[in-house]
Structures are given as C-alpha cells and as structure tokens.
C-alpha cells in the first residue's frame, strides 16, 4: 500500500478511506487516503483492472455525425459566439439572452482565446465538444483520447486521434488552449501528464483544467458517499492546493480559478448515500421534489461564490520568469 502524497511526497499523518464504487454499484471497495499538507485524496493503489470499471459511456458516433452538418445551428452559434467575444452583434446577443447557453462559451472567454485559437480538447471522447465549437466558428480543433476504437477525422476538419499527450507531446505540436475536461483526475501519473499539456501549450497559451475537488463541502459533508469521488475511476481528487503545487511542478501557474459545481453534488450524493447505484434509470425528478432540487441549485451557486464547490476550472499559464 502506497505511504507517500503522490504530489508532495510527504508519508506523514495520511487519513484512509475505505470508499466503495457506487456508479455501476458493484460493491468493490478501495483504500484512499487524504494528504494533510497538500490536501489531495487519492487512491491509495492503482488497480491493474482499472479498465473493468470504464463501462461503455461514449456516445454513438452516429449521433456525432449529426453536429457535422447542421448550417441553422452554425448560423446562430457563430452569431452567439461573435457576441461573446465582445463583437458588436445584436442577431448573437439575443439569442445569448434568451436561449441555454452555448456550454464554451465562458471557458473561451476566460481563456482569452479567439476562434484562430489551435485548441486541443484532452479526453474528449468521440469529440461532441468540439464539434459544437465547430459550429460556433473555431477552426482548428484537435480532441485526443486514447480510448477511441481509431482515429476519427470529421468532414468539418475536426480531428480526433487516439493518443495520449506525452504521445503528442513527443511530435512537437503545440496549442493555444488545451483543454482537460475532468480527464486528469483519471490519469494515473498525474506530474507527467501536466508537463506533457505544459510542452502541447505554444507561447501564450492557456491550459483550462477542470476537476472536482476534496477542499469542498460536499467532501466534508458526505464524505465515502461523495460522488465525485467516483472509486475508482477518479484517481485523484485534488484540492486547491494540489492543484497549486503539481502546477508549478510543471513550470505552470493558476492563472484564475472558477467554481462551477452544480447540484449533482447533492443529487448524486444524496442517492449513494441511499444506496442507490447512479446507473440505475430513476431520474432526479422521481426521487426529489422541484423544491428540493431548486434548493441544491441554490446551494451549489452560494458554494461557488465562496470557492467551496466540488468542482472547478482552473486557467494556467507559463510561470512568469
Ligand atoms: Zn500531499
């Protein structure tokens, strides 16, 4: 059993968990255990079957093929996105004060990327996300995932390859935006899979990290019953600390960070803690009332506020020499 913090090393006072895997409700359990000086709850030893727990969640590639061509949905995104940028458009600003809005939308902004941006989305699965910044106008978009049957190439110029970074690292490539969608908590070596985005990352750049985190309220509050502890897929569930850190470990440093959990902290945690396996087909609204759900809602906006959400996105750049 591993007695060392994977990110700062330190062996001493480590807290275990004994954290049972919820989602498919196999029962398994998985020592974890949380680091007092960098704050980081990680699993104490990486299964050799980790694979036995990653269950068929990608969406078709039949539905992908549907985001290729959609010439009314790229009218109104690339109008949507214009606004966002802060071009003068009112057709876009309409549609971003009435409409749901485009999930990309905040992290370009924040990142200070334009649609010439070379963004790189990392874990990005069949790339139903960049297929949506297609439409919206970006040019040169490139998702990596190692678990794809092959590499996938769009007719829109949207590339998927089946690689990891240090993969892509190694040919000298480099992005403007590279982005990790709750893919890094996955990744078993977590200062070499940094330092490989930080070598992707051209001059200038910006990596947006999103990951859920163990300095939070729902860690406190719900603690083995937390679903995003999500054993024992999520290797590492990093603090602000951590994350703090492994960022400068890899010659990068947080730029900004931004909350964004949502109520599924408490929707899903509450279920584990009923005992109810997240695969099963009950959906939210059978289980909790409309004032129940509004509640969380409520809550997990207030947790954001206060930086105390189970999530967040990160924005990294170079360490300034
Ligand atoms: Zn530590």
């Known amino acids: 059993m591993s007695s ?3 990110i700062c090393e330190n062996s001493e006072s480590l807290t275990h968990y004994r954290v049972a895997e919820k989602m498919m409700g196999s029962g398994d359990a998985f020592d974890y255990f949380q ?9 104490s030893d990486i299964p050799d079957n980790l694979s036995d727990y990653y269950a068929g969640g990608y969406y078709s590639y039949r539905r992908m093929k549907r985001l290729e061509h959609a010439p009314l949905r790229r009218w109104g995104d690339t109008h ?5 940028l802060g071009e003068k458009d009112f057709i876009g600003a309409f549609f971003n004060a009435i409409a ?6 905040p992290w370009v902004i924040d990142g200070g990327v334009d649609r010439n941006a070379r963004v790189l989305d990392v874990g990005c699965g069949q790339g139903r996300l960049l297929l949506r910044m297609a439409l919206g106008g970006f040019r040169h978009l490139t998702g990596l995932d190692p678990f794809v049957e092959q590499d996938i ?8 390859l089946k690689q990891d970074m240090p993969t892509l690292a190694a040919t000298g490539q ?3 935006f590279i982005m990790l969608h709750h893919s890094l908590e996955h990744m078993p070596a977590q200062a070499e899979a940094l330092h490989a985005a930080a070598q992707l990352m051209a001059p200038g750049g910006v990596i947006l990290l999103r990951i859920p985190l163990s300095d939070s309220y ?3 509050h719900y603690r083995e019953n937390w679903v995003q502890l999500d054993a024992p897929r999520h290797l590492y569930l990093h603090s602000r600390r951590s994350v703090a850190i492994l960022a400068k470990q890899c010659g990068l440093q947080i730029d ?17 803690r009923q005992g109810i396996a997240l695969n099963t087909s009950k959906r939210d609204r059978k289980i909790f009332s409309k004032a129940q759900l509004r509640k969380f809602s409520q809550h997990a906006e207030q947790l954001n506020a206060e930086g105390h959400g189970d999530q967040a996105a990160f924005y990294l750049r170079a360490t300034e020499q």
């Open 80 to 84: 949507r996105v214009s606004a966002g």
């Open 35 to 43: 680091c007092p000086v960098c704050g980081c709850l990680q699993i």
């Open 256 to 272: 900004k960070v931004i909350d964004d959990s949502s109520k599924f902290q408490f929707t899903g945690s509450e279920l584990y």
């Open 174 to 176: 480099q992005f403007d």
């Open 100 to 105: 749901k809005p485009l999930e990309y939308l």
């Open 218 to 220: 729902a860690w406190e």
């Open 153 to 160: 190439h769009y007719a829109n110029g949207v590339t998927v």
């Open 4 to 6: 060392n913090c994977r």
